[in-house]
């Protein structure tokens, strides 16, 4: 087995694997890594957490993803400071479930609470401008 | 296999002792389990100690070595660190080391020195327990995961934050009498329910305190304490220990415990006991809803039965099963590293009898402590019996 990190791109990765599977969620072409018994797991992964099968394919993202559960976040740790308050959700998108920060509502427990359906997309933290999931209510939400 | 006894307990008082270092505090502990024990500190053939975070509040790697010397013992020294559950595995591991043989006297319990730190520095802090990649730097805070469990559970099972207020007003109660305790006063369901939010659902008062403080154990074989007349009147009889998926996402449920469901099933397969058969429970609120989420893991409520447990009173005081009689870490407080030890310590001096809360249980045989880490990704449990 080789010790090159399975997702290794062209851009030097600060964490390889992570790193590009964001520049994917970007690219509107989010993946999660599939067993043959469909366990769903995110990179980097050698190994299924579920099953431990090494047979590890990448396979797309459901478009849009539902809300699981979520959270108003009022008190950020240093890296959000700007950002607060924020909505922080856990979303279902077929083989697995992503976390990621909610934009494009207003940061109410009533406003996420009415949003079932969203998309995922990459941006930025306004406190450090570091890259970050991001979800969107999608238009028929 | 070697029965195991609790010798004896020590804390410090929890709260903020921002001045005091991490090596001053467990050596409080330590003294205070000694002089409580009787065992003289020569006799310690190992130290195991819990310590989540120090290596950013005191800039202090290696501290096991440390702590023995703080506390007066040469022997085998080992940091353990499972985020919150650091001591409960440190215990634990003490536990399974006495009742293999390889030791009779083993020193156990855990510092964390957290006010030392600007609050947003202890956020960062804690949320380092959750997975960084995929959950840290998307925001997810400590008070923030809980959240996410919080309405989970809602969605899943129903309840709501008056529920919640519910479990704060009956730990700030049960804290009052209790020395060690860091808020020894009294916050009723309104109050909570109109304190300021931290992570919606989530206010203030659902959330425990930042919080200094140590913990120490001394933990004996049976035999010891029979040959040296030490008055060890509680056993260890089981320890259970599950590990779960780090990120919350990848949980099979995010409103359930499966790592504490499986360190229950471990320990009271071990102990011989059911869940029908526990009198008392101290188990980690380091949230309001970590309650309700540890007693149904422990089966002391049905699945989904748990948010009404404090405010049906089935957890109270003077409930069938008084839960966080020493306050929990809600009102005890929370110092991180040393959480599972202080839990064992103030069970055992509600089952000895010589606890401010012991009234309540009185005729109590059977304690259960839960010790999480995380968002639940490490869980142990511990079943103490009155022995003698």
């Known amino acids: 087995m080789s010790d090159d990190t399975a997702d290794s791109g062209s851009v030097p990765a600060t964490n390889a694997g992570y790193d590009e599977w964001l520049d994917a969620i970007a690219d509107g072409e989010g993946y999660a ?6 366990h769903g797991s995110l990179p980097p992964r050698r190994v299924c957490p579920a099953c431990g099968s090494t047979e590890l394919s990448r396979e797309p993202l459901d478009a849009t993803g539902t809300v699981e559960t979520r959270s108003v976040v009022h008190v950020p740790s240093p890296r959000f400071a700007e950002d607060a308050p924020y909505v922080t959700a856990i979303a279902d998108f077929g083989p697995v479930r992503v976390t990621g920060v909610v934009r494009g509502i207003d940061p109410e427990p009533d406003a996420i609470d009415a949003v079932d359906a969203i998309e995922a997309s990459v941006g930025t933290r306004e406190t450090d401008g570091e890259r970050i999931v991001v979800f969107r209510p999608t238009d028929e939400a | 296999m070697t029965d195991v006894r609790v010798a004896g307990v020590g804390l410090t008082r929890f709260g903020n002792h921002p001045e005091r270092t991490g090596r001053d505090l467990f050596a409080t502990a330590a003294l205070r ?9 020569a006799d310690v053939e190992e130290l195991n100690y819990g310590n989540f975070m120090g290596a950013l509040a005191e800039h202090q790697g290696h501290q096991a070595p440390l702590m023995a010397e703080a506390a007066g013992v040469r022997c085998p020294a080992t940091r353990y660190e499972s985020a919150c559950a650091s001591a409960g595995v440190a215990v634990r591991e003490a536990v399974r080391t006495v009742r293999a043989g390889d030791a009779d006297v083993v020193l156990a319990g855990g510092m964390e020195r957290m006010t030392n730190l600007p609050t947003a520095e202890v956020t960062e802090g804690l949320a380092i327990a959750a997975d960084d990649l995929f959950e840290v730097r998307e925001g997810v805070t400590f008070p923030g995961a809980y959240a996410l469990m919080a309405n989970a559970y809602f969605d899943a099972y129903g309840g709501d934050r008056e529920d919640l207020a519910h479990i704060a007003s009956k730990n700030h109660a049960n804290a009052v009498p209790n020395e060690y305790a860091q808020f020894r006063t009294e916050v009723s369901v309104e109050e909570a329910m109109d304190a300021p939010p931290v992570a919606e659902p989530l206010h203030l008062y659902d959330a425990c305190p930042i919080t200094d403080g140590a913990s120490a154990l001394v933990i ?4 010891y304490a029979a040959d040296h007349d030490i008055d060890a009147p509680v056993a260890v009889t089981g320890v259970g220990q599950g590990t779960d998926r780090l990120a919350l996402a990848d949980r099979a449920h995010v409103a359930q415990t499966p790592a504490a469901d499986d360190a229950a099933e471990t320990a009271y397969a071990a102990a011989g006991v059911r869940a029908a058969d526990v009198d008392v429970a101290e188990v980690h609120d380091c949230f309001t809803i970590a309650e309700v989420l540890a007693i149904e ?8 039965e748990g948010i009404t447990a404090a405010r049906d009173g089935r957890t109270t005081a003077d409930g069938d099963v008084p839960v966080n009689l020493s306050g929990g870490l809600k009102a005890k407080g929370h110092p991180v590293g040393a959480t599972g030890g202080s839990q064992i310590a ?6 000895r009898g010589d606890h401010p809360n012991s009234e309540h249980v009185a005729d109590a045989e059977v304690g259960v402590a839960h010790n999480a880490g995380g968002t639940v990704a490490s869980a142990v449990v511990h079943v103490l019996e009155v022995a003698e």
């Open chain 1, 33 to 38: 890594l599939v067993c043959p018994d469909g």
């Open chain 2, 33 to 41: 389990a000694f002089e409580d024990a009787g065992v003289p500190r």
């Open chain 2, 220 to 223: 004996v074989s049976e035999e």
């Open chain 2, 297 to 304: 893991s422990l089966g002391i409520a049905p699945r989904g």
């Open chain 2, 346 to 351: 103030e069970l055992t001096r509600l089952l």
